[in-house]
């Protein structure tokens, strides 16, 4: 049935600080499939870019994926890889792209030789030199790059923001990854061209079938991209689903809050904007019971003791809050949630 | 339509920079408006089309090249020492980093306090403590941060210091610069709300600039909209957005994402081609002209004017007359 290309379970990543451990990600459990794009959202410090590192070994000291945890691509356990192995299957299987794509770019190297690095690194053998350059000149023009032969011989700061972006994703496509992460890849850009950059995302999947995870603050983003969304709060999953279910039905009160502190372009309303009081929570000490507790309208004594299991509200959506018990009283709660009404 | 008084007044504005090799960058070519108190007018446009310059250049910070802005009647870059210090004493800025903008080396009171202290607003230290206190207060902060340095606080926090220090001498205009471009989702929503309710108190009047075209139509009244130097279209939030005339707004408009997924996809998506030509060499005409799907002889010569097409609704499009 699902098509399943990763399979994450139990990921928990700390950095070991002089101040004390840092648990940037506690124990979270999600899947990626083949050809859908899954969003990780959540504020800075939530711990998803942590999670991308996860999952392209690139976690490094003082950092460490804890014991118990497990991703598998493919069917095969990926933190069990030699760095050989990470060698050849970072950039072949997955690739990423960044943010700002003029730190990502070596400045000092021709766009030709970045675009072909990648596939020289991966060759077996069998492509000739010419075949790689014609590949790179082929990726240059599935991107959409005009006159890609002059491109090839360009330096990364002849190349506008967007062309750079576009640079960047031929770069990380030209092995034909399963696996795309994308770490914020329009944030640095402008509107205009942001909207260029996610109509070429969304081509070259429908064209190259890759899964993409894609890592945004930018709610607007997701629900033009996302098939599936992981919301993140304090390195813990608060809540996943299908894009839809997240928008439409949110039950955790902080995706409800993200989703309501936005104003919207399309309609009308100078309403006050829903805001989310205090700060995110301390990770070298992470509260006892749900982490959001002490920013929550809605918490109760228990959400203060006890973390909240994470139930499952049926066709892949999840949420993690007591108030989808049923002993929970949700009156005022803006929201659906399964807990009972108690006037 | 707004019948109180002008507050800020710019005509013709230009500030260029020297580009070496006798060019120049036209950051700010020709830009006219009016501001009137107690409103907002938001100005947006892609990075690198001078709505930071214009603004600058509107409150002083920076010369200007041609053109003139009058605030209350007197010529912003001809004031006397003493009509200058008053002034920076009416117009207040707010800063896009938070983290920047802020001395590290002050206490937060100091960093409040010091605009009182200039302006001689508190009769004793008394009453300046009283004053910054009140300050804390209204942007939501408390007293004990009062003593405390700058690297102590978040993002969200430092923003409201910043908007302290603004506000420290009852200023009546108030220029955002992307103020809450590097916070957090949740936190600029703290902020926009923090900013709106303090206008609507103390009956000030702002400039907002900001490329996030969602957050300027929630905050302004009026909207102003720059492509490469130029005003092509000026006018209220809610029509702007229902009727967008130029067609480089048209496009800016369809490219902001929705955050609703239904109807994210049933939108008509403008893609627009290209990139924003450099400013150092504009195309002569509409500076659009380069990238616009209406493009006809007429825009690749004649520049065109920004005129009133309905009442308060400006636009500077040849397809427009």
Redesign the interface.
């Known amino acids: 049935m699902k098509n399943t290309l990763v399979d994450v379970k139990n990921l928990s990543v700390s950095y070991f600080t002089y101040a004390g451990e840092v648990q940037s990600v506690r124990g979270i459990s999600f899947s990626v499939e083949n050809g859908k794009t899954t969003a990780l959202v959540g504020e800075s410090g939530c711990g998803k870019s942590v999670t991308s590192k996860a999952l392209m070994g690139l976690i490094e000291k003082p950092g460490k994926i804890k014991e118990g945890s497990s991703i598998q691509f493919g069917g095969r356990e990926v933190l069990n890889f030699t760095e050989a192995e990470w060698q050849s299957f970072r950039g072949q299987e997955c690739s990423m792209i960044f943010q700002d794509a003029l730190v990502s770019l070596n400045p000092t190297m021709k766009i030709g030789r970045q675009i072909a690095e990648n596939l020289e690194n991966h060759n077996d053998g069998s492509l000739s030199a010419g075949q790689i350059r014609q590949r790179a000149i082929e990726m240059l023009e599935l991107v959409g790059i005009p006159d890609p032969d002059a491109c090839l011989e360009k330096y990364p700061h002849e190349l506008s923001g967007g062309m750079r972006q576009r640079v960047m994703i031929a770069t990380a496509m030209i092995t034909n990854p399963s696996l795309l992460i994308a770490d914020e890849p329009t944030t640095a850009l402008d509107v205009t061209i942001q909207a260029q950059i996610l109509e070429l995302m969304k081509d070259l999947q429908k064209k190259l079938g890759m899964g993409i995870i894609m890592i945004t603050h930018d709610l607007g983003v997701v629900a033009d991209m996302a098939d599936n969304i992981i919301v993140m709060y304090a390195g813990k999953i608060v809540e996943s689903g299908k894009n839809e279910d997240i928008f439409y039905d949110p039950r955790h009160p902080y995706t409800w809050a993200l989703m309501n502190s936005v104003p919207r372009l399309d309609l009308d309303n100078k309403e006050e904007l829903v805001t989310i009081e205090g700060t995110i929570p301390d990770m070298i000490h992470p509260p006892k019971g749900c982490a959001f507790c002490s920013r929550c309208p809605y918490a109760m004594n228990v959400c203060a003791e006890l973390i909240p299991e994470v139930t499952d509200l049926g066709d892949g959506h999840t949420v993690a809050c007591w108030l989808n018990d049923p002993r929970a009283d949700i009156s005022g709660v803006p929201f659906r949630t399964g807990g009972a009404h108690h006037e | 339509m707004n019948n109180r008084p002008i507050e800020l007044e710019v005509t013709n504005l230009c500030k260029y920079f020297d580009a070496g090799k006798k060019r120049k960058l036209k950051a700010v070519d020709d830009v006219s408006f009016v501001i009137h108190k107690g409103e907002t007018l938001g100005i947006v446009g892609?990075?690198g089309c001078g709505k930071t310059t214009c603004g600058k250049t509107c409150i002083g910070m920076l010369p200007k090249t041609a053109g003139m802005v009058k605030y209350k009647g007197k010529d912003v870059h001809s004031m006397s020492k003493k009509e200058r210090f008053d002034f920076t004493g009416k117009v207040q800025m707010i800063f896009q980093d938070p983290y920047a903008s802020l001395d590290p080396h002050q206490k937060v009171y100091d960093i409040i306090a010091e605009g009182i202290r200039i302006h001689k607003l508190a009769k004793n230290q008394a009453e300046e403590e009283r004053m910054v206190l009140e300050l804390l207060d209204m942007v939501g902060l408390n007293a004990e941060h009062a003593m405390r340095n700058v690297h102590e606080f978040?993002g969200?926090q430092r923003q409201r210091i910043g908007i302290a220090r603004a506000l420290a001498v009852d200023p009546e205009f108030l220029f955002c610069d992307e103020p809450i471009s590097a916070l957090?989702?949740?936190?600029?929503?703290?902020i926009?709300?923090l900013l709106?309710k303090l206008q609507k108190d103390r009956d000030l009047t702002m400039l907002f600039i900001a490329?996030d075209?969602?957050?300027v139509?929630?905050i302004s009244d009026r909207i102003g909209v720059m492509y490469l130097g130029n005003m092509v279209e000026l006018a209220p939030a809610?029509e702007l957005?229902k009727k967008p005339l130029h067609p480089y707004t048209e496009?800016?408009?369809?490219?902001?994402?929705?955050?609703?997924?239904?109807?994210?996809r049933e939108?008509r998506?403008i893609?627009?081609t290209g990139?924003?030509p450099s400013p150092v060499n504009p195309p002569a005409g509409c500076r659009f002209s380069g990238r616009c799907k209406y493009v006809t002889e007429q825009c690749m010569k004649v520049r065109p004017e920004l005129k009133e097409i309905e009442p308060g609704h400006f636009v500077a499009c040849h397809l427009h007359k």
Request: no cysteine; proline share 5%.
């Open positions: 892609e990075s978040s969200g957090d989702v949740s936190i600029q929503a703290q926009i709300n709106m490329h075209l969602s957050m139509k929630h809610a957005y496009a800016l408009l369809s490219a902001v994402p929705i955050a609703d997924p239904r109807a994210s939108r998506k893609m627009l990139d924003v």
